[in-house]
């Protein structure tokens, strides 16, 4: 448990945080290890044996050998038998080789051999997830010799909290110049991309006129001076919610760094941990990655693991709209008056790209209502893929006696060879575009024509979007436990709020789409086994720190909704990180408290 480091900022992997020793340190960072007032000291190889130094502000590197990244296993495992933690250090880093798989207790780690990972995503992405996944949440990363400013936004996704200018050095004395989007020599440069001192006052062909020792000098400067300003974006884009979409675009750069994030989503369980469960900004969904991103994935588990449908006999299949909630949009208020009286008999899903199925009491939950995609009209085969998916697995999971497929074009596709597969009969009300008054009329007389034995009137459908919110927040069962025979809804849509008589349970966020509940509704989940956090005996007031977290569902995760219970306390708020880092961490808020109260065991 580390007392030097507190994360501030979540995206994912990455995080920013204080280290905070002889001189506070803003991280991720980008440190000289040959600097007197470095917070982190080398001692230097163990082949020499040199003596440690002593430094009680410092983080001190034990002595360690340097191995080349394909060494014997045997080999490896005789070298980290001899990377030990002394006890008279307050602080200490060890040097782990790549394919290392024992990990002494440290506050920092160092990628051993990481300039040799460079071109090798596979196993820069194995080493790094291992590495994270069996130390502390909130132990440090660093990954000498490698960063430059086409790569540091990749490195810091998965996880790597401190680089240094050591590559960016090298190149400047290879007659390199480094940008954010490649590298270059310089001799191939008519004019420098970059407004810099060194490329304001110099041009290429004045570089190479330098004699080779001061052209090395100047390369080097602007080649950490561009390190230097991407890692400033990077945190930007980490304090904004963005990195992943930044991400996204500087993978181009490297066939290598396209491959990295590949594979990095592969590790659906390494990213979700770590993953918000809400942000404040709108989901890119530029590329064909972006259906692989943790948001789209878990929320399309969550609707098949989570979600109930309503008891009604009739499915009505829409397309998604570029206006988002769903409902305000132009066409879902054509869709919604031409169903009329009739929609109390039917229940709508909206097939999109990239979030796959999402059901109406749905439609305000992050990311169904924030995301954003280009339209061109034509999907591809793996966008078709996912949605058909999507949509079979919510059709084998939720029964209806009629299924209306109100689409056109690639949706009617897909719904198609789902209808195929499945052994169903669709019935298609768009032969023509699906806002056509001839299709909107043909929706309204199938609807009227079926047999319908169900229904469900307004307040029963406002109390199903608090229900399904509950059970996609906390799992199956937590919306009937909330959601009682009692309970109705108040105030419009959508900003409903739950009361049952007099008290109030719980209220819908419509920025995010989720329930923040009362003390009087966290009291109806008290027996409910998740989503809660277990503290010591004292009476916190408006936060909890993770140090006086005594255990913590492991689902939680940052921005989730949650139930603090003490020896006499109990209260609600939010999570600001997971419940696995709220065991682990020395420092940092847990829990944002909204409601509590002192209670009587």
Not at 374 to 395: I, K, N
Not at 489 to 494: E, G, K, S, T
Request: glycine letters at 6%.
């Amino acid at each position: 448990m580390s007392k030097i480091f507190e994360i501030t900022h979540r995206d994912v992997a990455a995080r920013l945080g204080k280290l905070v020793l002889e001189n506070e340190l803003s991280i991720p960072a980008i440190i000289q290890l040959n600097k007197k007032d470095s917070s982190i000291v080398d001692s230097g190889s163990l082949w020499k044996r040199t003596a440690l130094p002593v430094d009680a502000e410092k983080i001190v590197i034990h002595p360690h050998k340097s191995l080349p990244l394909y060494t014997r296993e045997e080999i490896i495992k005789e070298f980290q038998e001899e990377v030990k933690t002394a006890s008279n250090f307050a602080h200490t880093g060890a040097v782990i080789h790549p394919f290392a798989s024992q990990y002494p207790a440290s506050d920092l780690y160092v990628l051993g051999a990481a300039k040799q990972l460079e071109n090798r995503a596979r196993e820069l992405v194995d080493s790094i997830i291992r590495l994270k996944e069996n130390t502390r949440a909130d132990s440090l990363v660093y990954a000498p010799a490698l960063a430059t400013p086409e790569n540091l936004s990749m490195l810091v996704y998965l996880g790597v909290d401190i680089a240094d200018e050591t590559l960016p050095i090298i190149k400047g004395y290879q007659d390199i110049y480094l940008t954010n989007s490649g590298e270059y020599h310089v001799d191939r440069l008519h004019e420098f991309p970059c407004s810099c001192s060194v490329c304001l006052t110099n041009t290429p062909a004045e570089l190479l006129e330098m004699p080779k020792k001061e052209r090395a000098e100047l390369l080097s400067s602007h080649n950490c001076l561009n390190l230097a300003g991407e890692l400033r974006a990077v945190r930007e884009h980490i304090r904004a919610g963005h990195l992943r979409e930044y991400v996204e675009r500087q993978c181009r750069a490297r066939p290598w760094l396209t491959a990295a994030v590949r594979l990095v989503d592969a590790q659906y369980g390494f990213l979700e941990k770590r993953t918000p469960v809400f942000r404040a900004s709108t989901l890119y969904a530029n590329t064909s990655e972006s259906l692989n991103r943790v948001e789209i994935r878990r929320f399309a588990q969550r609707v098949v693991e989570r979600y109930t449908a309503p008891e009604l006999d009739t499915l009505v299949l829409l397309p998604c709209s570029a206006k988002k909630p769903y409902s305000i949009s132009l066409s879902h208020q054509k869709f919604i008056n031409a169903l009329g009286k009739y929609r109390k008999f039917v229940h709508e899903v909206i097939i999109t790209s990239p979030m796959g199925v999402v059901p109406r009491e749905l439609e305000l939950m992050y990311p169904a209502a924030h995301y954003d995609t280009p339209v061109t009209g034509h999907w591809d085969l793996e966008e078709r893929a996912w949605v058909g998916g999507c949509l079979r697995s919510y059709l084998d999971k939720n029964k209806y006696k009629n299924i209306i497929a109100h689409v056109h074009g690639a949706y009617r596709e897909i719904c198609e060879s789902v209808e195929s597969e499945l052994g169903l009969e669709f019935i298609y009300t768009a032969d023509e575009g699906v806002t056509q008054n001839t299709s909107l009329d043909k929706l309204r007389n199938t609807v009227s024509e079926l047999e319908h034995t169900k229904k469900r009137g307004t307040e029963n459908a406002n109390l199903d979007v608090i229900r399904a919110s509950a059970d996609y927040q906390f799992g199956c069962g937590a919306g009937n436990m909330l959601v009682t025979d009692d309970a109705n809804v108040r105030a419009p849509y959508p900003k409903f709020q739950l009361f049952a008589g007099k008290q109030q349970l719980a209220t819908l966020i419509p920025q995010y789409g989720t329930i923040a509940l009362t003390v009087e509704g966290g009291m109806r989940l008290r027996d409910y086994p998740f989503y809660k956090v277990k503290i010591g005996d004292f009476t916190p007031h408006s936060s909890i720190l993770a140090p006086g977290v005594l255990d913590a569902d492991p689902q939680i995760r940052p921005n989730d909704e949650v139930i603090v219970e003490g020896e006499k306390f109990f209260g609600v708020g939010r999570a600001l990180m997971s419940g696995w880092e709220m065991k682990e961490c020395g420092k940092g808020v847990a829990v944002e408290l909204r409601h509590s109260k002192k209670i009587d065991k």
